[in-house]
């Protein structure tokens, strides 16, 4: 198994609109890489127990059973949802992929 992670590291004064993302973005995101409905889950950034800012504002992952049918998707709506980005963030995310071993 496959796992797609989107991440949104922290910076001073950085704008993200965490109800946008959560209500149209990640719906939006889901369909155009056919997720379904257990596509990407989120995570928001939390202070540190030593109150240290977090590293990453928003984390999202995702399984993806196959990294050929993901690029197919990807190649194919990939500039959609990057268009969409600047409509609740004005950080540029950084997207990893991996093999789940655990």
Do not use: W
Request: aromatic share 10%; glycine share 10%; net charge neutral.
């Amino acid at each position: 198994m496959l796992r797609c992670t989107v991440l949104y590291p922290n910076k001073n004064g950085a704008k993200f609109d965490f109800d946008y993302y959560i209500k149209k973005h990640i719906p939006f995101a889901n369909e155009a890489f056919g997720l379904g409905g257990g596509g990407f889950k989120v995570s928001k950034g939390l202070p540190g127990p030593d109150g240290s800012a977090p590293v990453y504002l928003c984390i999202a992952t995702a399984e993806i059973a196959s990294p050929e049918a993901f690029a197919a998707r990807m190649q194919a709506s990939g500039a959609k949802v990057a268009a969409d980005v600047p409509n609740y963030t004005d950080i540029t995310p950084v997207v990893q992929m991996a093999e789940v071993l655990l």
